[in-house]
C-alpha cells in the first residue's frame, strides 16, 4: 500500500503521530505537514483514498508533472499484460525476457533499468500491502517453493507428485 493512503488510514483511525511515523516510516515532522495541508484542503480523507496513488500524490507532493514521456504512456498500456505473464508461474518468466520482448516492439523505449523501475512501481500500486503486526508464536505461516515434484515408486509404478515446503 502507498504509505500516503497508510498514513491517511491511520489519521482516520485517530492514530498520532509517532505511532504514524512508527508504521509508514515517514518522519514526524512530514506527517504533521500533511495533517496541516489536510486541513488547508478541507478534503474528507475518505475522497483522498479514493483516488490512484499518482493522483494522490500529486495533491501531496508539488512540482513538475511526472513521466511526460511519451515512452511512457506506450509503456503504461502494457504493464497490466506484463505483470501478469511475470505472476503465472507456468510461464517462467523474467524481467530480462520481457524487456527483451518489449523492446524488440519498441526499439527506442526504456533501457533495462527504467522498464525495471517502472514495471515495479506499477506492480507495488496495484498490489497495495500494509504492515501487520504479531504476537511471536501465535501463528505459523507455510509457504510452498514452487512447483511440485514427482517421483515414480518402484513398487506400483505410479507418478507421485507432492509440495516442497
Sequence with gaps: MNKIKQMLLLLQAS??????????GISRNTIKSYKVRLEKMD???ED??????????????????????KR???LK?????????????????????LWQEYRSEHPDGYGYSQFCFHLGQHQSASHPTMVLSSTPG??????FAGDTLSYVDIQTGEMITYQIL
Excluded: Q, W
Excluded at 492514530?15 to 509508514?24: L, Y
Excluded at 483522498?48 to 514521456?69: H, I, T, W
Excluded at 501465535?138 to 509457504?143: E, G, H, I, P, R
Design 15 to 24: 492514530k498520532g503521530v509517532k505511532t504514524i511515523a512508527g508504521i509508514t
Design 43 to 45: 478534503v474528507v480523507i
Design 48 to 69: 483522498l483514498l479514493l483516488l490512484d496513488d499518482p493522483v494522490l500524490e500529486s495533491v501531496f507532493y508539488a512540482g513538475n508533472p511526472a513521466y511526460s514521456d
Design 72 to 74: 511512457f504512456d506506450t
Design 77 to 97: 498500456l502494457l504493464l497490466d499484460d506484463y505483470i501478469k505473464e511475470l505472476e503465472n508461474p507456468k510461464n517462467h518468466l523474467t524481467r530480462f525476457t
Design 138 to 143: 501465535d501463528k505459523l505461516l507455510v509457504d
